[in-house]
């Protein structure tokens, strides 16, 4: 269980919006306006980790955010727009494959403000650091324990 990039889920989340809207731009910097639909992603993680620190406890809030462009006079199709959340809820729920890893997605919300539709929901995963990742290599069992208690001498040998 190796440690999952965002650079992996960026790859995933735009294969998947890709599938279905081939033609949408899918932003995950700065966005300048335009006049095509486009999505744009934005990532909140954090990061927990276990007293050993092998193990990371980690929750990334994935917002998909779609832009629809106005019309002649200004306005937003907004039932294009519900399209699009439902759609969305369809391509990433029940779970997003990252490489050789399922995450579950147990809850997603759809909002719209200003005629922009935001589509959160959280990936929650653990992490293992391998010893390449962490950069270092695990050192050998210990063969032999010796211990000198009171001046008696209790080494245990093979």
Not at 19 to 48: G, L, M, Q, R, W
Not at 72 to 81: E, F, I, L, N, T
Request: aromatic share 10%; charged share 25%.
């Amino acid at each position: 269980m190796p440690l999952i990039a965002l650079q992996s889920i960026k790859a995933a989340i735009t294969a998947k919006l890709k599938t279905k809207y081939p033609t949408c731009k899918v932003h995950f910097d700065n966005v300048e306006k335009s006049d095509a639909p486009y999505f744009y992603v934005e990532f909140t993680t954090s990061i927990h980790t276990t007293v050993d620190d092998t193990y990371s406890d980690r929750t990334i809030q994935v917002d998909v955010t779609y832009v629809h462009p106005k019309d002649a006079k200004g306005r937003v199709d907004r039932s294009a727009v519900f399209d699009v959340g439902d759609a969305l809820d369809l391509m990433f729920r029940p779970y997003l494959q990252v490489g050789d890893r399922y995450i579950t997605i147990l809850s997603a919300e759809t909002t719209m403000v200003d005629d922009v539709l935001h589509y959160i929901f959280d990936l929650q995963f653990t992490d293992a650091w391998t010893d390449e990742e962490v950069g270092y290599i695990r050192g050998e069992l210990m063969q032999t324990l010796s211990l000198t208690l009171n001046g008696a001498d209790l080494t245990e040998r093979d």
